[in-house]
């Protein structure tokens, strides 16, 4: 068992199933588990699976002073998620909610994050839980970035699960990139090569790790150790019913074999399992395997 601090958004989350992206416009529309509502969120997801693989969490992140942390306990029950709110603060004016629309692998997201990017997280607390964590895995958010001078004080490796590497919104994230040990790169809105942006990152920022999620194409990870770059195919354990939230999964599980083991290549095989069966469900947070359904498919496919 190791110990993680996760800090990223917690939210409201609608996903509804379409027809067609862009979607085609009906007046009005009734049809079975058309609309799923729950909660959230990358940090959330991280941390609850991070959790469910049977780590010590805490959880850093704000709600609105007007919701009860009761409904994500609540929530968390419903999963069987043993994992703790005492540090999800209610410290914002509003709730921070997306609807995603999917169809068939694509999707469309809207978020508003309210004020969450204007609002300070209690350093005090960070500083005081950090200290005895092995690793820390953060969003780029504002409320976030004292982490990364307390992760270098403490002597704590840090990854981080970025968005978006198009240009226009690197120059927030410099300070992010520079430190982080860990990076996880999706490749939905790339400008170039996922090959040569991974190249890019890593002769700017010199992380330990990189890892691209290339969709259906699979992931490949770079590491240090070796200037290696190595592509990796999707396996299948479920029938895809959406892929919202893979890429927290995927990122999770690795982070969670690799402090354990410090073996990359290993690492990544299990995350690839692990967010397989979880695209199999609807709902970002939910469809977790655990390690030992990990081990059975992997004497399946590998062994």
């Not at 699976?49 to 992140?61: H, T, Y």
């Not at 599980?253 to 990544?268: C, G, N, R, V």
């Not at 979880?278 to 709902?283: A, Q, R, S």
Request: a negative charge; hydrophobic letters at 40%; proline letters at 3%.
């Amino acid at each position: 068992m190791s110990k993680f601090m996760v800090a990223g958004f917690v939210q409201m989350e609608t996903i509804v199933r379409v027809e067609a992206l862009p979607v085609p416009y009906k007046q009005f529309e009734s049809v079975p588990d058309l609309v799923n509502t729950g909660i959230g969120g990358a940090g959330f997801n991280e941390a609850m699976a991070l959790r469910w693989l049977g780590n010590e969490v805490d959880f850093m992140s704000m709600v609105a002073r007007s919701m009860s942390k009761s409904q994500i306990d609540a929530f968390l029950k419903t999963n069987e998620v043993d994992l703790s709110t005492d540090y999800v603060l209610p410290m914002l004016d509003g709730m921070p909610t997306s609807v995603i629309l999917y169809c068939k692998g694509e999707k469309q997201t809207f978020e508003d994050v309210k004020d969450i990017r204007h609002v300070d997280y209690d350093v005090e607390l960070l500083e005081r839980q950090i200290q005895d964590k092995d690793l820390v895995l953060m969003s780029n958010c504002n409320f976030c970035r004292p982490l990364i001078k307390l992760a270098k004080k403490y002597h704590k490796p840090l990854a981080l699960n970025v968005r978006s590497m198009r240009a226009e919104k690197i120059a927030n994230k410099e300070d992010f990139l520079a430190e982080a040990n860990i990076l996880y790169i999706s490749d939905d809105d790339l400008e170039n090569d996922p090959h040569d942006c991974i190249k890019e990152c890593r002769d700017k920022y010199d992380p330990e790790i990189i890892i691209m999620g290339v969709g259906d194409k699979g992931v490949i990870l770079y590491t240090k150790e070796g200037n290696s770059f190595i592509d990796y195919k999707p396996v299948k354990t479920n029938e895809i019913v959406n892929t919202v939230g893979a890429g927290n999964a995927l990122f999770s599980s690795f982070l969670h074999y690799y402090t354990k083991t410090k073996d990359a290549k290993e690492a990544i095989k299990n995350a690839l399992l692990f967010a397989s069966y979880k695209i199999g469900f609807l709902g970002t947070s939910n469809g977790f395997m655990t390690e030992e359904q990990i081990e059975q498919w992997k004497r399946l496919i590998w062994r």
